[in-house]
């Protein structure tokens, strides 16, 4: 038989060109395999949300494999002796042979949850830097708000997932879910009913919240997802002003085949750390906290970090129960319906209330340090602490525990912090960044220090300082221009009460322009030029 001879060289083109011809791919394949990222570590973080949610779906497939998201009541038989005899739902037995009989069960819950911290915290720390930097500003606002309806997605994620193995901790938090619906004036009752079917708990909640928890849930943070990373290639990311990048180009990489690599070994590191943790780490130990008894609460029930807040603002809350006619309103329904609704939705809207307030309605594609923007890490800085206040009354009661202190003289310490500090961060923090600012104008006007002390011949010390730019025919350098903003000369006036107060909160003043990097034309459309950095 005559063997044919292969073109080693020749066969992938060709395999290549069979694909183009029935698919016409080669055009979307080259732009998508030539598209410029820039690089900065910062832009890692939503990778990192990106990469824990992929892991959540591939752990989930396989709990869903073994889950039975059944509420009928059964005699535990399994491998937990503590357990056996006790009645319980089918959810939390299944459950429970995840953990103790199924052949990496454990190891794949303990992955799940894992990841869902991951997830969390990688999003609030995405947030963060997108917040920080203004990276939300014109043409991204659109993204921003995509962005909070994927963080509200996620919470709910949570909340259903945590819920779903029907043990102690989890009935605890979804009684609270049904006292929060109770409270709701005029359809509470109704509402808690229809979700419930019934009275509380009912026996269909986990079906249900399972339907929620893997299709309905996921479904919408993968189409949201989809959406949210087609923008971020639409309208090209955004940079840091440095070297040759400006509003009106992209400078990075291409991602192919450097970017798309280095992505496939972050997903690698960021599994890899899951798994470990997963490997190491305990998480959730359901055979601990026993059934679901919605006569039983047991102390230190904590729900996963990013619910904490909510319990926190549940626990502050004073004890004002409003009467209007007929109706009372319980004081739950202030921070658990309203104070909810506006720390989650309110939000959405700051990239137009910032544009508004700054009258800036010009294209950024170029990232703002966060200390020429003293106004806005002040307000970010406040809402952190409103946050960190708010999680650490979530477990008031396990710290009263541990320290030996008065749970009541926790409550006061929440409510007079949640009062007092957040305005005390956006002080101290608009203050450092004044100062972070004076520091860069003493660089630009004087060099950077060199630790290199001189004695001159009047036997005075000084500093050699390295200019950083130009200088003049002394040697001395040529004063460069800074971009921030300007420190008034008086911080707070004396006087009217008004100007005080807003002295106060408000210490800077605007330039006439608000603050781009300079020389930035105004650019609309997608015009950016995508430059590569020149590695290959
Ligand atoms: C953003 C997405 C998700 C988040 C934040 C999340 C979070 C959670 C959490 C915190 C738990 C409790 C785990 C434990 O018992 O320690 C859980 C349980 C569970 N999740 Fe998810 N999950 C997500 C997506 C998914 C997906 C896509 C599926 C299935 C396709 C899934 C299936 C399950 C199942 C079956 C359980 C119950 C297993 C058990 O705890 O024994 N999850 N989820
Ligand atoms: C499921 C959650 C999320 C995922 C998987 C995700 C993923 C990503 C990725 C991979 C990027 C490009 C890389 C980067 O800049 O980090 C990005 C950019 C962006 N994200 Fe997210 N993100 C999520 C949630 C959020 C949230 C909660 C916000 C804000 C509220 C947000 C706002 C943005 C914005 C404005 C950009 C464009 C940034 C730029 O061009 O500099 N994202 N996101």
Redesign the pocket.
């Known amino acids: 038989m005559k063997r044919r001879k292969v073109d080693l060289q020749q066969a992938p083109v060709n395999a290549a060109k069979g694909v183009d011809e029935r698919f016409q791919a080669a055009t979307p394949l080259r732009a998508l395999l030539n598209k410029v990222f820039p690089d900065h570590w910062s832009?890692l973080?939503?990778?990192i949300?990106?990469f824990s949610?992929i892991i959540l779906l591939l752990t989930g497939v396989f709990l869903t494999l073994f889950f039975d998201p059944s509420m009928k009541e059964v005699a535990y038989e399994g491998a937990y002796p503590a357990l056996r005899g006790t009645e319980m739902s089918a959810a939390y037995e299944s459950s429970l042979h995840i953990s103790f009989e199924v052949r990496g069960g454990l190891f794949m819950r303990q992955m799940h949850h894992w990841a869902a911290l991951l997830f969390m915290a990688s999003?609030v720390i995405?947030?963060a830097r997108?917040f920080f930097t203004g990276?939300?500003r014109k043409p991204?606002e659109a993204?921003?708000a995509i962005?909070?309806i994927?963080?509200l997605l996620?919470f709910l994620a949570g909340f259903t997932g945590y819920s779903l193995p029907d043990d102690g901790l989890s009935g605890t938090g979804l009684r609270i879910a049904s006292a929060i619906m109770l409270s709701i004036p005029v359809v509470g009752t109704w509402l808690s009913a229809s979700i419930f079917g019934g009275e509380f708990p009912g026996h269909l909640i986990i079906g249900r919240f399972y339907i929620a928890h893997v299709l309905l849930i996921p479904g919408g943070?993968l189409a949201l997802?989809s959406v949210?990373?087609g923008l971020?290639f639409k309208q090209k990311?955004?940079q840091w002003p440095g070297p040759m990048r400006t509003n009106t180009n992209v400078v990075g990489e291409r991602m192919f085949p450097r970017y798309a690599l280095k992505q496939g070994g972050f997903f690698m590191a960021v599994f890899g750390t899951v798994a470990l943790m997963a490997g190491l780490f305990q998480i959730n130990p359901i055979w601990l906290f026993g059934p679901y008894r919605a006569s039983e609460v047991s102390s230190a029930s904590q729900p996963d970090w990013y619910v904490m807040f909510m319990d926190g603002l549940v626990r502050l809350m004073p004890n004002w129960q409003i009467y209007i006619g007929d109706y009372s309103i319980p004081p739950l329904f202030w921070p658990a319906v309203v104070g909810l609704g506006a720390l989650t939705t309110g939000p959405i809207f700051w990239p137009w209330i910032e544009a508004r307030k700054s009258g800036d309605k010009r294209i950024h594609n170029l990232l703002e340090r966060p200390r020429d923007n003293p106004e806005r890490v002040g307000i970010g800085a406040m809402a952190f602490t409103f946050f960190i206040i708010a999680t650490l009354s979530g477990g008031n009661d396990v710290i009263a525990d541990k320290f030996h202190i008065s749970l009541n003289a926790m409550t006061w310490a929440g409510r007079i912090g949640m009062l007092v500090l957040p305005p005390l961060a956006y002080f101290i923090s608009v203050r450092i960044c004044l100062g972070l600012q004076q520091h860069d104008r003493e660089v630009l006007a004087h060099g950077v220090e060199t630790g290199i002390i001189k004695r001159l011949p009047n036997g005075q010390f000084v500093e050699v300082h390295q200019p950083l730019g130009p200088v003049d025919d002394h040697g001395h350098p040529i004063p460069l221009e800074y971009g921030g903003w300007v420190v008034p000369k008086k911080m707070n006036r004396v006087g009217a009460l008004a100007p005080a107060v807003k002295g106060f909160f408000f210490p800077v003043e605007k330039p006439a322009e608000a603050p781009v990097s300079p020389g930035m034309p105004p650019v609309s459309g997608d015009t950016r030029e995508e430059i590569t950095s020149g590695r290959k």
Do not use: D, S
């Open positions: 832009f973080l939503g990778e949300a990106l949610f999003i995405h947030m997108i990276a939300y991204r993204n921003w962005g909070m994927l963080f996620g943070l997802i949210h990373l971020v990311h955004t």
